[in-house]
């Protein structure tokens, strides 16, 4: 029979005794320095083991015994057949390599949920958002908008009128297109920009007008907001910024608590920029619609150049945040970007 040593504390003053500690049937013998006990085993709380503490043991009187020597007492645990699981735990807390390759696992698992996990989860929301609710938030985030950043248009209205038209002639090439809305604004913090909000609305500025040397680099621009709109990047990317409202929207399917978001969906847009990947995504559906159109591809890619020159302009030639749905964001984002279109 293993016999275990311990200090024991009778829980009413701060003495402390060495005991043994002896399993007989179903009850453990606690024995040695005046104490003689006998307590049932189905009524002690053994703590599991931590790294290199003490483990305790608490008994139903309140009296309390600290385990001295582990090894004879999880020997003893282990013949009764319980506590292998504790006891491999207690082994890996003690193997300091294996401490730090959990920490290394635990910190790649966490990594690639952020990076993997997180976006699809805000996809599968943001495809789950109802056509209405999507159209209160785009409209919100559209007035918003117009209070803090945004003016109506300075543009001629024959060349708003123009511009229009050709919008409408587009339409039916966009997938979903016949609902979208294009609005036009003056901005002098957004520059030369476009960016597309929930359920549709595209917003071009003056400036992006203006810019634009020809309607094909208009109709390249706006094709590239419609792949934003078609792939619901706008409420993806809020989401994958707010993760608690999206894990209680993927977790209960509250769908409808997302509302909430259209107070912060006008300052993330502005603040930040357009993954990657959802830029590539939009890129490659302007591209689509130019081959539909036979717009030759470096119409795109020169219209992408020169916003990069203006980005530059404005900014002193210095990488600056650039806000929604940034064109430029960076030089070598651009090039990148320039490349792809060009099918280098």
């Known amino acids: 029979m293993s016999q275990v040593r311990g200090y024991y504390f009778d829980g009413r003053s701060s003495v402390r005794r060495t005991v043994s500690l002896v399993r007989e049937g179903d009850e453990l013998h606690l024995q040695g320095d005046g ?3 006998r307590y049932p085993l189905a009524g002690i709380c053994v703590a599991p083991p931590v790294g290199t503490v003490r483990r ?13 020597n582990d090894t004879p007492f999880d020997e003893l645990l282990e013949r009764e057949g319980t506590g292998l699981f504790q006891r491999l735990l207690h082994r890996w807390e003690r ?10 696992v635990t910190v790649a698992v966490l990594a690639g ?7 699809s989860l805000a996809k599968h929301v943001a495809l789950a958002v109802p056509p209405a609710t999507e159209r209160t938030l785009g409209n919100e985030t559209l007035a918003m908008l117009d209070k803090l950043v945004m003016k109506p248009s300075a543009l001629p209205a024959d060349r708003r009128q123009a511009v229009g038209a050709l919008f409408r002639r587009m339409q039916p090439d966009l ?7 294009l609005e036009f604004r003056a901005s002098d913090r957004l520059g030369a920009n476009a960016f597309a909000l929930p359920s549709g609305i ?9 810019l634009a040397r020809s309607d094909d680099e208009i109709a390249a621009v706006l094709a590239h907001e419609a792949g934003h709109v078609r792939y619901r990047h706008a409420l993806r990317h809020v989401l ?13 399917g509250d769908i409808l608590s997302i509302t909430s978001l259209s107070a912060t969906l006008p300052t993330a847009l502005i603040d930040a920029k357009y993954s990657r990947d959802f830029e590539r995504e939009a890129d490659d559906a302007a591209v689509a619609f130019m081959k539909l159109r036979n717009i030759r591809p470096k119409v795109y890619a020169d219209m992408l150049a020169r916003l990069q020159a203006e980005h530059d302009r ?4 210095k990488e600056k945040g650039g806000g929604v749905s940034d064109y430029f964001s960076s030089h070598p984002v651009t090039a990148e970007r320039i490349r792809r279109v060009m099918g280098e």
């Open 202 to 210: 595209i917003v071009v500025t003056d400036g992006m007008v203006r």
């Open 56 to 68: 305790s043991l608490r008994f139903p009187d309140g009296s309390l015994c600290e385990v001295i």
């Open 113 to 119: 949920f952020i990076k993997y996990g997180i976006p």
């Open 314 to 317: 404005r900014n002193g030639g």
């Open 95 to 104: 193997n300091l390599f294996l401490v730090v390759l959990s920490l290394l």
């Open 240 to 252: 994958q910024n707010s993760g608690t409202g999206l894990l209680i929207a993927a977790i209960t």
């Open 175 to 181: 997938p979903g297109g016949r609902e979208y809305r």
């Open 35 to 37: 104490v003689d006990r």
